[in-house]
């Protein structure tokens, strides 16, 4: 039987895929939710905080990716960077739930990309993903045949255990409960129809908190005018994931033809 009501820090069961986030940042941008409801499937709705929505840059090192039956070690690495927001999603008992949803999902190795789509349905895009590590900063972009599609600058002297002055949530915690209490993400897919529900899993954690400065955002800036910038970035490191390679699919045709 299917459990939908996992908690973020269960270890999944069955075959699954395990890998070590070595660093994570968490890009979090406020989005007027009327900008970003075409994105959300039919039966689902915007989870807001603040009447905003909030779509966060997601990017990962991962290391060490491989079957749960693989023994550590014999796995591969890669950097993928996911567009995600938070949302209400429908799920097969009927439910809403809340969840990640998939904007847009990006990685940086071809073969593993091409994998990932092939077991797992996410349709992830192949792209030039970059982390350079300064003395004073961390430079995040990434490309598409050369056009810049997104590049942050996190300066390692904000981050702490608080959140920047200024942040529209209350605090670190709150920031962490809504972005990354929970344990199921979705991606709509519009010309299928279908909604992809895959769990994600990791041992606890524990987050800190920074300042950004977005130079490019292109996924956020063909919604609005201008370059957005970041209410705040938390990171973290060295957190073992596990990720379903078995989705839930729901059908979720697109708006038009629902007449919505």
Sequence with gaps: MTTYDLEPTARLKGLHMVGNVRR?????????????????????????????AWVSACFVDLADMRPSFVPQGLGSG??????????????????????????????NRPLLARLGRATTGVGFRIRDITLV?????????????????????????????????????AGLSQADDFLLGVSYGGEWDRKSGRLRLLAETHDPWMTLAGECRTECFDYLEKLATGTP???????????????????????CPAREAVGA
């Design 229 to 251: 910038q970041a209410d705040h970035v938390v990171t973290m490191t060295d957190i073992p994931h596990y990720f379903a390679l078995r989705g839930l699919d729901i059908s």
């Design 24 to 52: 994570r940042f968490l890009v979090t941008y406020p989005v007027d939710p009327a900008r970003l409801e075409p994105a959300v499937p039919p039966g689902g709705e915007l989870s807001l905080h603040d009447g905003l």
């Design 78 to 107: 890669f950097f993928y960077l996911i567009h995600r927001t938070r949302a209400r999603l429908p799920y097969p008992d009927g439910a809403l739930r809340e969840s990640v949803l998939v904007l847009e999902a990006n990685m």
């Design 133 to 169: 590590e300064n003395e004073e900063d961390w430079e995040l972009s990434m490309r598409s045949e050369g056009s810049l599609l997104y590049r942050a600058i996190i300066a390692k002297s904000s981050i702490g255990d608080s959140l920047p002055s200024g942040s529209r949530f």
